[in-house]
């Protein structure tokens, strides 16, 4: 408006001045007695003024041209400001115009000492929308959810798509009315879980909110935001339907299970983790007929770790396999030269029994070490045959067939069921130690044992008792009629050379709790 109005006034003074221009050249003409002799120049001055009468206008118009020039770029920037910084699909900010917003509000809330409040929470199994109705109804279920988040938050806040199906909120609070976030991020939730009507269809999605806040002075956006993701992930993964509030300890898990992650690809190509052994007895003559294979990780500052750390972080990473088989391959080789009657019973994750090929491992691992297969026992857990039983099936098949066994590991705990005990042909079950350590205390788990037991008998299969740890437990195991046992009373997972060891050692500890049954 005000560039129009100049350019008015400029051009309104141009043609003032050449008005003035040709009505003084044509006075001066008009004035002068001219001789013949005279004409040239006065011709000459007459084409002058109308060069500059033209150059002045080309000026004129080559600065018209160039505003216009100018305003048209301001505006393409304007445009690819707005493109970047927007999502095409929601209108909702992007990742970057997140950034810039919510880093314009948090300095201004700094200024008036106020919190900034970031809400991540995301649009669970979005994907299944989009390959179930496909993109064009994912694509409206978007935009209407960020309508209604507008519509519901007002626009004081600032509302962004960070990714496919993530989505942040940041806002600025005063101390006094933070008490207002649990209200807002359970608005969010509510809004984005409702159901919603298109045309014939009433789609429905879950939703997982993380909250982080802190004063505006000391907060950067990508920290909040980060820590804000951590909570939401919190949230997912303990299957949280509120809003869960950031805290420290969440980011120090974090850390710490980066930590393990980097270790275990680390440990993993440098030969770190190993099989410790655990002695399993014939409960009724106290002799040992074999040995559980226990991971340890020989941490190069930490020491020997236990499995609870790692083997839960290897199966997210989708490391298990390799783990699981690298320890399995060592414990079988070393055994290999040990007594023939000598069984080894190996751990299988759930994760590896959805591996179609696992059971070739296996058998390649055996053929590898040199190690007989009717001396191998697979230990798997009732959970490993939820996820699919038919593949379970089928590994086990091709296991059993080269004579491999089968135990069904920490019976009692979970799911336990007599249609899982017949679902695959098991040659061992072995009660959780859970039901062991307190036998002689609780009258439950002792009345567990001997009802495993007994059904265990009738199919029949022989029970093995985990984690005796005393004396009594063990007697009363095996007054309840258990055929093997294992624990800390026998001995605790030892490193392969003890275990040889123990074995050459056996027969000369008469008064060694291995042998105490002889004495019962
Ligand atoms: P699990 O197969 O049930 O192994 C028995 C666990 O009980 C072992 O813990 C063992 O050290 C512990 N234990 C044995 N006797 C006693 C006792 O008398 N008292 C007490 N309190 N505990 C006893 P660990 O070594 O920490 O192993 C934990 C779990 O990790 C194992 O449970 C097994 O499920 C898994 N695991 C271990 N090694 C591997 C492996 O190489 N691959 C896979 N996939 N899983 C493994
Ligand atoms: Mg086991
Ligand atoms: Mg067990």
Redesign the pocket.
């Known amino acids: 408006m005000l560039s129009a109005r100049r350019d008015a006034i400029v051009l309104a003074i141009l043609i003032v001045a050449v008005m003035l221009l040709i009505w003084n050249g044509s006075a001066f003409f008009h004035n002068l007695p001219l001789g013949e002799e005279q004409g040239p120049g006065i011709r000459l001055a007459s084409t002058a003024l109308t060069l500059n009468v033209a150059l002045i206008l080309f000026g004129w118009r080559r600065y018209v041209d160039l505003q216009h020039e100018a305003e048209m770029r301001a505006e393409h920037e304007r445009r690819a400001v707005v493109l970047a910084t927007t999502d095409a699909i929601t209108g909702l900010f992007n990742r970057k115009g997140f950034a810039d917003r919510a880093g314009q509000l948090c300095t201004d809330a700094a200024q008036r000492g106020e919190n900034l409040v970031v809400i991540s929470f995301q649009i669970h199994r979005f994907k299944v929308i989009n390959d179930q109705h496909g993109y064009e109804t994912g694509d409206r279920l978007l935009k209407t959810l960020s309508v209604a988040l507008s519509d519901e938050l007002g626009p004081d806040a600032i509302i962004a798509r960070l990714s496919g199906d993530e989505f942040a909120v940041a806002l600025a609070l005063r101390p006094d009315e933070m008490e207002r976030v649990d209200e807002l991020a359970d608005a969010v939730l509510r809004t984005v879980t409702r159901p919603l009507l298109f045309e014939d269809k009433i789609i429905q999605v879950g939703s997982f909110a993380g909250i982080a806040s802190g004063p505006a002075a000391e907060t950067r956006i990508p920290d909040i935001l980060r820590r804000a993701d951590i909570a939401m992930d919190h949230a997912r993964n303990g299957r949280v339907a509120r809003p869960v509030w950031f805290d420290a300890g969440m980011e120090r898990a974090l850390v710490a299970h980066s930590e393990i992650e980097q270790g275990i690809r680390f440990g993993l190509d440098h030969d770190l ?1 190993v ?2 052994f ?1 002695p399993q007895v014939a409960l009724d003559t106290g002799e040992i007929v074999g040995f ?5 990780w020989i941490h190069p500052l930490s020491g020997e770790i ?3 750390v790692f ?1 839960p972080v ?2 997210e990473i989708g490391l ?1 396999g390799r ?2 088989e690298q ?2 391959g060592q ?1 079988l080789r070393e055994a290999a030269t040990w007594d023939p009657k000598i069984k080894i ?5 759930p ?2 029994l959805a591996d179609g090929w696992l059971a070739q491992r296996i058998i390649k691992l055996l053929a590898d070490t040199g190690f007989p297969a009717n001396r191998l026992v697979i ?1 798997v ?1 009732e959970s490993s045959l939820f996820a699919d039983i038919e593949l379970a099936r089928t590994i086990v098949t091709s296991l059993k067939n080269q004579g491999i066994r089968l135990a069904l ?2 019976f009692g705990t979970g799911f336990s069921s007599l249609s899982h005990l017949r679902s695959l042909p098991f040659d061992i079950i ?1 009660i ?2 859970s039901f ?2 307190n036998i002689n205390t609780k009258r439950e788990s002792s009345a567990i044992v001997r009802a495993v037991q007994t059904m265990a008998a009738s199919l029949p299969v022989p029970v093995c008792v ?4 005393n004396e009594d437990s063990y007697k009363t195991v095996v007054r309840l009629g258990c055929e093997i046992g ?5 001995g ?2 030892m490193p392969a050379e003890q275990a040889r060891e123990l074995l050459k050692d056996r027969v000369r500890t008469a008064d060694q709790p291995l042998r105490n049954a002889a004495s019962r």
Request: aromatic share 10%; hydrophobic share 40%.
């Open positions: 983790f099989p410790y655990e559980e294979v226990l991971a340890r236990g499995p609870d083997i290897a199966e298990i783990l699981s320890v399995i414990a019973s190996v751990n299988i994750s994760m590896q230990e857990t590991d920490d072995k959780d130690r062991v350590t985990e984690g005796i740890e294992q624990g800390w009373y026998f605790k997972p």
